[in-house]
């Protein structure tokens, strides 16, 4: 990494920063990626403040790398190459328009602050996702992200129908309209979603929203086995059902989620928390068929917990911080993010349980199941180098299990630096057509370098 | 246009015809744009016969035109160039996963018999197209298409996961992997989906299915004016409901059906065609909440047409065949097809009423009305140049109208050549991104050329 000259920051009209306190803070995001320290940091409040720095940048050849929530899993936002880091995080505004089910927004609100202000209207933009106090909006399209609803909400992707971006260059381009449907040329919007900021920055974008559902049902299922509780989804979503969350936690996870929090003692087994949303009552059906469909897999205790489902939710969102807590002198080495076609989710379960056994690990095991996501932890003494060695070999081979499978390498955290490795194996030449269209739009190579796409 | 030395064909293992009679038969699709004669056509059976195509034309620099139903209604598939037209007609595999919810299909596919296909499973491709008996999977990749069912299913971009495809050097690629989600690298898929043949030839794809609904309820609502009836839409899908179809008829379409069957005697009032599917009971609750919606907007008529309904759905099949019949002087000049956010389809649908008083036209209305998608079909006397002028300006008017409403010039019949001089209009400046896209993945402009980027 080479020191840039950014001085020239200082002769444009956008709120800037070069001390090494405020640069530090940008050096790394959620993950435990080589952390790398930019040069500036600057945070434009308006899309002509963004397009200013990244025009002038562009002319002298500095790299700018666009950043907002800092949430991200993969090094997505670690500036590699240093240059600027781009902050959207001041670029905060809401319009709902309820009448189309849509909002402008901007890309630093962050996802739950976004979920309040449309609250009061019933609506609500429904991917979900755990890291929704600190992720924004720009992250999140950035890295096509999701979560516990997308299984009947869908992903990012799904909600966004128009995007204004600045390019490498500096141009400001709108892609899309505010329409449910068009076939009017290249789906541009489509190419900057899960770009990661590797295209352009998203300045602005108009995002469809869905209702707050009216009713909701929820159960909490314990199986006798990873393996029966697996099928049960399986069969669930092949049936057509779309619950609003149906997300598997392993014995592991579970042990853990107990030891976290003194009122929580749940069965320590392979477990399914269930939600049905539906705004009618329709959903007392939908719940009994659900319930046959899981009782043919050898259920061990089904609760319903009503009120008490808050908590559930609570404690499954504290997935992540419990198996950091566990054990003072282990650490989370990562945080896997595969999917696998749902008819193989029993089978990459399983094989994340046998590594972890061949490589003797303890990784719980979460995962969004209903779209065939896995996500596993495996925790580490980072002291023990071996022990960092084997959690990344684990890694690998499930990431390449998951690709045999018929899968993807990830399934809603991006490719950053930590899944670079595997576009080959995952899109073969297609990564020369992903090469082809960033060489055409930021021919120099940029914004957000050393990501995405692998070296040649 | 020139002459293109196609003889090379001869050398390939690819059934091919260089007769007049069938080459005149690929010289036009289902629009009254200007037909162009191939110089040869071909009918490839595997993905390799496709590349060995496009490689030797690459090489040799002739164009070549990706064809499949030739239903296209803005000239997609017309060879401006000549040279080859690639029919992917014979590829016409179907490999439904009723338990993945997916099917792999050949691009030669014609939709009916992917679904009479899938029917025996209880599944079927749902975005609906009113062109079922001709149009194919692969033309519905390339333009995007949908119909009657997209406002409760998504277009055809929603459900497709995986497309094989060849690129216009002969590279076979493969984007997308058979999952609901993922964050893994630019989305080719989304790129491929829409670009009318002009990046690659479709190939092989994985859709997404779903069940047929267990329930349907449905009605026939006349209202006092047009501008009832499309307040009604705004207020159903503002209110989060996604009906099976919402269907809209203008007084004028209506009296044209009427025309066309003896059997039909529907009020000649502005008409919603309402569909509601459902797995539950929770159907009729809907059922009563959209009436309610609709009671409040000057309902004149209200019938729930049970068994009959299949005859109005039939009667609605045949808008078109109707509106050519009307008078044997009188031709269909155009199918608009514009798409205006939900709250402006009030505005549009009367805009097009007004214009049609303007240029003094006969123009039957209809639409998706639920998508903001409408329809519109100016007779004209073909051999009345100045009639065929007016029903152009008319045309255009609605486009630009659209547009302004921030509206698509297209919802699903592509941009072809007709709708080539709106991309600026509606795209301004991203029209520049997409052109670098085109340019990156074909350079030497080969594959469908004169079509969806406008003339530099
Ligand atoms: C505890 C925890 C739980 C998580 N759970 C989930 C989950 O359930 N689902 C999920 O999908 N992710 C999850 N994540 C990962 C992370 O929150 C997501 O990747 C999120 O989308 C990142 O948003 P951000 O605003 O923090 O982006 P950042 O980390 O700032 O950036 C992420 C990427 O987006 C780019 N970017 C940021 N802003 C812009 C912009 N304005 N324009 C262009 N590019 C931009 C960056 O360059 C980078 O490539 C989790 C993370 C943590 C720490
Ligand atoms: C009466 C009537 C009603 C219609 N109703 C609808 C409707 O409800 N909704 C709707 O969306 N459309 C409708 N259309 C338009 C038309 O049917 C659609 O555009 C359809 O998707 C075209 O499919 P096709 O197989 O006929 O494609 P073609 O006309 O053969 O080609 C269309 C485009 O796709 C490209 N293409 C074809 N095959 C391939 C391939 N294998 N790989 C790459 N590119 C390919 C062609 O180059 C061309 O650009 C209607 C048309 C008619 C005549």
Chains 1, 2 share one sequence.
Not at 163 to 181: H, Q, S, W
Not at 282 to 295: K, M, P, Q, S, W
Request: glycine share 10%; hydrophobic share 40%; proline share 5%.
């Amino acid at each position: 990494m080479t020191d840039h000259d950014v001085s020239f920051l200082r002769d444009l009209d956008v709120e800037c920063s070069f001390t090494e306190s405020r640069r530090e803070q940008y050096a790394r995001d959620a993950s435990p990626h080589h952390p790398s320290t930019p040069d500036a940091v600057v945070w434009p409040e308006r899309t002509e403040e963004v397009s200013d720095v990244l025009s002038a940048a562009y002319e002298r050849g500095v790299p700018v790398t666009p950043w907002s929530g800092g949430s991200g899993l993969e090094g997505n936002a670690i500036p590699v190459e240093g240059g600027i880091v781009l902050s959207t995080k001041e670029m905060t505004w809401v319009e709902a328009d309820p009448d189309t089910l849509t909002a402008r927004v901007g890309p630093g609100v962050v996802y739950d602050d976004l979920n309040e202000a449309l609250a009061g209207d019933g609506l609500r933009f429904p991917p979900g996702i755990s890291s929704g106090d600190v992720a924004t909006i720009g992250g999140m399209i950035a890295t096509n992200a999701s979560g516990f609803n997308a299984v009947r909400y869908g992903e990012t992707r799904d909600h966004v129908r128009r995007i204004e971006a600045v390019l490498p260059d500096g141009e400001v381009v709108e892609a899309g309209r505010n329409v449910v449907k068009t076939s009017s040329g290249y789906s541009i919007t489509d190419l900057l979603v899960g770009s990661e900021g590797t295209l352009g920055v998203v300045t602005d974008a108009t995002i469809e929203l869905a209702g707050i559902p009216a009713e909701k049902r929820a159960a909490l299922v314990a199986f006798e086995s990873a393996r029966d509780a697996c099928r049960a989804v399986s069969d669930v979503i092949g049936a057509g059902v779309k619950p609003g969350a149906i997300e598997f936690m392993d014995a592991h996870s579970i042990e853990l989620l107990n030891e976290n929090r003194d009122d929580l003692t749940l069965p320590e087994r392979a477990t399914l928390l269930l939600e049905l949303h539906g705004n009618t009552s329709g959903i007392d059906e939908d719940y009994a068929f659900v319930e046959g469909l899981c009782r043919d897999h050898n259920v061990v205790e089904w609760t319903e917990p009503g009120g008490a489902m808050a908590d559930v939710w609570e404690a499954r969102r504290e997935a992540l911080p419990a198996a950091r807590a566990y054990d003072p002198d282990l650490d989370v080495a990562v945080i896997g993010d595969v999917v696998v076609p749902i008819t193989n989710y029993p089978d990459i379960v399983e094989r994340a349980h046998e590594l972890a056994d061949e490589y003797d690990l303890l990784v719980p095991l979460v995962g969004h199941a209903g779209d065939g996501n896995l996500h596993y932890t495996p925790l580490v003494d980072r002291e023990d180098e071996d022990h960092v060695i084997r959690a990344m070999a684990y890694n690998n081979e499930v990431v390449q299990a998951a690709i045999e499978m018929d899968g993807t390498a990830t399934g809603e955290h991006g490719v950053g630096i930590g899944k670079r490795g595997f576009m080959s194996d995952e899109h073969a030449n297609t990564v020369d057509v992903m090469r082809a269209v960033k060489d055409a739009i930021d021919p120099k190579g940029l914004l957000n370098p050393g990501k995405v796409i692998p070296e040649e």
